[in-house]
């Protein structure tokens, strides 16, 4: 018999209960924990992500050596630690989701993708033993709707996320079974028409800034 292995966000029924909203389960695999999220984002919330980052992109980068990649095409920028109010009542907000503290969260980031542009698949945590204080999950944010293309894609798992504005997908990858963290290999497909703007966060195991 397999024990199931504990997961970090608890879900009972079919939503879930932050500080200052419901947020309803559109869908769900149980292990690794993967949810598909509705109004995570207000629309306007969303408009304002964008507002806030679009003179700041920059050809996206990928891994610790933030090394420029053809694997991730795009553009990307970081918003600053407690960028204003609404940003911190929202990081606030995607901590209590998320079920860890906010002291765990890297700077939320903004990116976007043209028609032709993609982030193909990948895994999010970091595989040298040597990083102590690894990634855990992700939430990815869709903050426009994409006319055609851009879905997450689970390649292992069969399975792809249409972007929504104001959808999330969570993930979680923390577990001792290996094989489980590497079923969340995913990507971004290529934006075949439109274009695609998205917020991600991730939390690491252990505290990562001041709050």
Known sequence: MTVREQSIVQVT?????TADRAIPILGKINEPLILILEHVLSHAECDAL?????????RARTGRSRALSDVRTGSGAFLEENENEWVRAIELRLAGLMGVPAAHAEPLQILHYRPGEEYRPHLDYFTAEQVANNRISTLVMYLNDVEEGGETVFPALRFAVTPKKGNAVYFEYFYSDPRLNELTLHGGSPVAAGEKW?????MRRQRYREL
């Open 13 to 17: 029924g079919n939503t879930l209960r």
């Open 50 to 58: 964008i507002g806030l980052a679009r003179e700041r992109m920059r």
């Open 198 to 202: 998205i917020a991600t966060q991730w």
